[in-house]
């Protein structure tokens, strides 16, 4: 019980923070009760962002059904920070 509800406040913490982030960023992130986040960019393309993802060894997918979305599990603290950090780049070398 205590790791069951350990791993939901640290999904819920995470969460919080990849999408406050991701909003920092300029993308739009819908809400979810789940461990992972859906969101877009208004000027980069879904398919940029991953592929620039990718080729830092970053696994995102794009959201089947939705067009120009990507879907993001939520992680460790390190492994949102590396992604924040990796997103980052990808959107400064695609000139947003």
């Given at each position: 019980?205590?790791?069951r509800q350990r791993?939901?406040?640290n999904?819920?913490?995470?969460k919080l923070w990849v999408t406050e982030q991701l909003t920092r960023l300029g993308c739009r992130v819908w809400p979810s009760q789940a461990n992972f986040v859906l969101f877009s960019h208004a000027s980069v393309p879904a398919q940029t962002m991953i592929d620039g993802l990718m080729a830092q060894a970053i696994i995102v997918r794009?959201?089947?059904g939705l067009d120009n979305h990507i879907r993001l599990s939520?992680?460790?603290p390190e492994q949102n920070a590396r992604l924040v950090e990796s997103l980052t780049a990808?959107?400064?070398q695609a000139g947003d």
């Open positions: 019980v205590e790791h791993t939901i406040a999904n819920a913490a995470g794009p959201a089947f939520i992680g460790t990808v959107l400064n």
